[in-house]
C-alpha cells in the first residue's frame, strides 16, 4: 500500500468563549469601561496579556488522528456540532489548528460552498472564471473546462445575464458545475449536496461518484445524507463531540451513528436497552443469526438461518410462552413476521436462563439490502418485553436459484417451478 | 504529488508566504478585475464617475478656495494645484478606506475558502490604482490648457511617490482592518477622520502658509507625497529629497507594523469575523 495522502495527527481546536457579551465588542464599551474602573480595566488587561483570565475554554476538536491513502473516499459523520465542520475548516486552511499537524500531498481543493465568491452583478461566464479562480483553478484550466461547465450546468442561453437575474436552481447548478470541475489531488467537500431539485442531485450524486471511480481522486466528503456517503465513500469516520468515535468500514459506522446495533459475529447484546416495553418477567440479553450452528454477521439471500436471542427470567415461572420476530426494511415497512403464535408452538414454560430460536425453514428470501429485526415476548395475554430494532443485518448477494443469475427486481425471491403444456 | 501542504498552528510570519502570494497572483488578478467590473455596473455614466468626482471637487475647491478665499497656490493656477494634490489624495484616502473594511466585506470568501488573506487589500488599492490614471488624464488636459511641460525628471518620480501613497494606505489599511474584525467602530470613524486628516494635508493649501509649523505638517507622509508631486510636475519647488527620504521610510515602517498586524489576526479572524 502506497503512503497515505492525508496524515492527522493529533489536532485539536479550542475556542474561547466569554460569556457576559456576545457578538462584536464595541470599542466605546472599552473605553466607558477603561474611564470607570481604571485599575480593573489594566488588571484585566494584564491578565488577558499574560493568558491569565480564566475564560471557558471550548474544546470543538481534540486528538483527532486519522490517515487516508490515494484514491480513497472517506465519509465523515456526526451529529450537528460534533465538530466536523470545524475539521474541515482546519482542513482546508481556513482556521488553523490549536494543536497537532496535518500533512496533505498534493494539490487540495475545498468546497465547503457553492458558489463562494459568486457577484450577483456578473454575468455567468464572468462567474465561472471568477469562482473557478476562487477555487484554485489556472486561467488555462478553466478555458479548457468552460463549455463542460456550462453544459453540465444547463444554463447556454444566460452565460451572459447576471446571475442576479438567475432563477435560484440556476445558481445553484451553475456554481456546482465549476466546482465539480476542479481537479485537485484531495477534495474536501462540506453537504454541499443538499441543493437543486431531485432530478439535480442525482445528477450531483453521479458526477461525484465518477470524480471518484474514474479519477481516482481522494475525496473527504461530510453530510447528513446517508444514503449518499453510503453510495460514495468506502470508509467512515464517526466524529462525536470533537473526537473521533470510531473509523472504518462504512456501513457499520453509519449504523454506530444512527445507533443501529448491527449484527455482529458475537452477537447484540441489549441489555443495556432501556427503550423495551413489557413486564419484564423475562428480559431480552442478546440477539444472534446462525449459519449451521455458527453464528454469522452478514447473511446471504438463499443462506439457511436460525434467528435467536437470549433472555432471563426473574425466577418466577413463566408459562404460555410465545415468541415473536418481526422483519422490516431499513424504512421500518413490515416484511416477515415470524410467531409461534402463527404455528401455535407455545412455550409451555421457560428455563431460567435459555435460548429460544426461530430457524427459518426455507432459503432465506430477501434480497440485498439492510433490515431490522425487532422481538416480541408474551407470556400468556401479558407482554413480556419487547425491543424494537434489537438488530440491524445486511443480506449480501447470494444464489438464491443455484443459477448464478442476480436481480435487483425482486425485493424478496420465492421458490418457483415453471412449465409449459400444450394447449388443446 | 509534488505539493505538499502542512498545516500547524500558524506562525506569525514565514518567507514562504511571500512565495504563496504569488502563486495566487491570477487570483489576485481576478478580484481586481472583479472590483473593476462590479464598481460601475448599473450606473449610467459608469467610469465617467472616476473623473467627474475629482474634476467637479477641483471646481468647487477652485471657486471657494482659489476664488473667493484667494488661497495661495505658489505661483501656480490654483485648479492645476489643487487637482494635483487632490488626485493623490483622493487614491490614498479610497485606497485606505476600502483596505480597512476589506475583510469585513469579503466575509462569505473569507470563512469559506482559503487563499492569502493579504490578496485583499493588495487588490483594493491597485483598483483604486486604476482610478488614479483615469483622473490623471484630466490632469493632462489641465496642464495643456494652463500651458505647463512637466519635467521628465519629473514625470519619473510618479511612481516613487504612487509607491509611498500605496505603502501609507496599505500600511494603514491592514491595521485599521485588523481593528476592523474585533471593533466594527472603526466603519463609522474612519470617514470622518480621513475628512479630518484632508484639513491637516496640504491639498487645498501649500504647506508654506503653516509658515515654521510645516515641519510638524511633515510627520503626515502624505504630505511628502503631494509636495513632492507639485514640485516634479509643475516646478512649485525643487524636489525635497529629505521629505521624501522620510516619507518612504516612514511608510515603509508603517506597511511592515500593518503587515505584521494583519498576520497577527489572520490566525484567527475566520472564527470571530
Known amino acids: ?424 | 504529488m509534488s505539493i505538499i501542504t502542512t498545516i500547524k498552528p500558524k506562525k506569525i510570519f514565514h518567507f514562504s508566504d511571500l512565495r504563496e502570494l504569488w502563486n495566487y497572483k491570477e487570483l489576485l488578478y481576478f478580484f481586481t478585475w472583479r472590483d473593476l467590473k462590479v464598481r460601475y455596473k448599473q450606473t449610467v455614466i459608469g467610469a465617467g464617475w472616476a473623473i467627474f468626482q475629482p474634476f467637479i471637487t477641483m471646481v468647487v475647491f477652485s471657486i471657494f478656495f482659489g476664488g473667493l478665499a484667494k488661497m495661495p497656490s505658489d505661483g501656480v493656477p490654483y485648479p492645476i494645484f489643487v487637482y494635483v494634490g487632490l488626485i493623490f489624495w483622493q487614491f490614498f484616502s479610497s485606497a485606505l478606506g476600502d483596505t480597512s473594511n476589506v475583510l469585513i466585506s469579503n466575509q462569505a470568501i473569507i470563512t469559506k475558502v482559503y487563499f492569502p488573506r493579504l490578496i485583499l487589500p493588495i487588490s483594493s488599492v491597485i483598483t483604486k490604482l486604476v482610478d488614479f490614471a483615469i483622473a490623471a488624464a484630466i490632469l493632462v488636459g489641465l496642464m495643456f490648457y494652463y500651458g505647463y511641460t512637466p519635467h521628465i525628471s519629473g514625470l519619473l518620480l510618479i511612481p516613487l511617490l504612487l509607491l509611498i501613497t500605496f505603502m501609507a494606505a496599505v500600511g494603514g489599511g491592514l491595521i485599521l482592518a485588523s481593528i476592523n474584525v474585533k471593533y466594527r467602530d472603526v466603519r463609522y470613524a474612519l470617514p470622518f477622520f480621513i475628512q479630518l486628516l484632508l484639513f491637516v494635508t496640504p491639498v487645498i493649501y501649500p504647506a508654506s502658509i503653516a509658515g515654521a509649523y510645516s515641519k510638524f505638517l511633515a510627520i503626515n507622509p502624505m504630505m511628502g507625497v503631494i509636495q513632492n508631486a507639485r514640485a516634479a510636475l509643475l516646478g512649485t519647488a525643487p524636489i525635497n529629497w529629505l521629505l521624501l527620504g522620510i516619507s518612504l521610510i516612514a511608510c515603509f515602517i508603517l506597511l511592515i507594523v500593518g503587515i505584521y498586524v494583519f498576520k497577527k489576526v489572520e490566525r484567527y479572524f475566520a472564527d470571530i469575523v
Not at chain 1, 478555458?143 to 456550462?150: E, L, M, N, P, Q
Not at chain 1, 403464535?341 to 439490502?369: H, M, W, Y
Open chain 1, 1 to 424: 500500500m502506497s503512503s497515505p495522502i492525508i496524515e492527522v495527527k493529533n489536532i485539536a481546536k479550542s475556542y474561547k468563549i466569554t460569556h457576559e457579551r456576545g457578538g462584536y465588542i464595541a470599542l466605546r464599551d472599552v473605553i466607558t469601561d477603561a474611564f470607570k474602573h481604571p485599575l480593573r480595566y489594566l488588571g484585566s488587561k494584564f491578565k488577558d496579556m499574560t493568558g491569565l483570565t480564566k475564560k471557558e475554554v471550548f474544546w470543538a476538536l481534540k486528538d483527532i488522528n486519522f490517515t487516508v491513502n490515494p484514491g480513497e473516499v472517506v465519509g465523515i459523520i456526526g451529529h450537528n456540532g460534533a465538530g466536523k465542520s470545524t475539521l474541515l475548516k482546519i482542513l482546508s486552511q481556513i482556521t488553523s489548528p490549536t494543536e497537532g499537524e496535518i500533512t496533505l500531498h498534493g494539490k487540495v481543493g475545498s468546497l465547503l460552498e457553492v458558489g463562494t465568491g459568486f457577484h450577483p452583478e456578473l454575468t455567468g461566464r464572468e462567474n465561472i472564471f471568477l469562482n473557478g479562480a476562487i477555487l484554485g483553478m489556472t486561467r488555462k484550466e478553466m478555458a479548457s473546462k468552460f463549455d463542460a461547465i456550462v453544459r453540465f450546468a444547463e444554463i447556454e442561453k444566460f452565460l451572459d445575464t447576471p446571475v442576479k437575474y438567475y432563477s435560484s436552481g440556476m445558481y445553484v447548478r451553475l456554481a456546482f458545475s465549476v466546482a465539480a470541475h476542479m481537479e485537485p489531488d484531495i477534495l474536501i467537500i462540506d453537504e454541499v449536496l443538499a441543493v437543486g431539485d431531485a432530478d439535480f442531485q442525482k445528477k450531483c450524486l453521479g458526477k461525484m461518484d465518477q470524480i471518484t471511480r474514474e479519477d481516482g481522486r481522494t475525496i473527504l466528503f461530510v453530510s447528513h445524507n446517508m444514503e449518499a456517503v453510503r453510495k460514495l465513500c468506502n470508509r467512515c469516520i464517526l466524529i462525536e463531540k470533537g473526537v473521533v468515535k470510531a473509523s472504518g468500514d462504512t456501513d457499520e459506522i453509519i449504523s454506530m451513528y444512527l445507533k443501529d446495533p448491527l449484527v455482529r459475529e458475537k452477537g447484540v447484546d441489549v441489555r443495556m436497552r432501556h427503550d423495551r416495553k413489557g413486564a419484564g418477567r423475562v428480559k431480552i440479553d442478546s440477539f444472534f443469526i446462525e449459519e449451521n450452528g455458527k453464528k454469522v454477521n452478514t447473511l446471504k439471500t438463499g443462506g439457511s438461518y436460525t434467528l435467536c436471542f437470549e433472555y432471563t427470567t426473574d425466577g418466577s415461572p413463566v408459562n404460555d410462552v410465545n415468541a415473536t420476530f418481526s422483519i422490516t426494511a431499513e424504512s421500518g415497512t413490515p416484511l416477515i413476521l415470524a410467531s409461534t403464535n402463527l404455528t401455535k408452538e407455545q412455550f409451555a414454560t421457560l428455563p431460567q436462563k435459555g435460548v429460544i430460536r426461530c430457524s427459518i425453514d426455507q432459503k432465506f428470501p430477501l434480497n440485498v439490502g439492510t433490515y431490522g429485526v425487532s422481538v416480541d415476548l408474551h407470556a400468556g395475554e401479558n407482554r413480556e418485553d419487547h425491543v424494537k430494532n434489537v438488530a440491524v443485518f445486511r443480506v449480501d448477494e447470494g444464489d438464491y436459484y443455484g443459477t448464478g443469475v442476480q436481480t435487483a427486481h425482486s425485493p424478496i425471491f420465492i421458490d418457483q417451478k415453471w412449465s409449459v403444456v400444450e394447449r388443446k
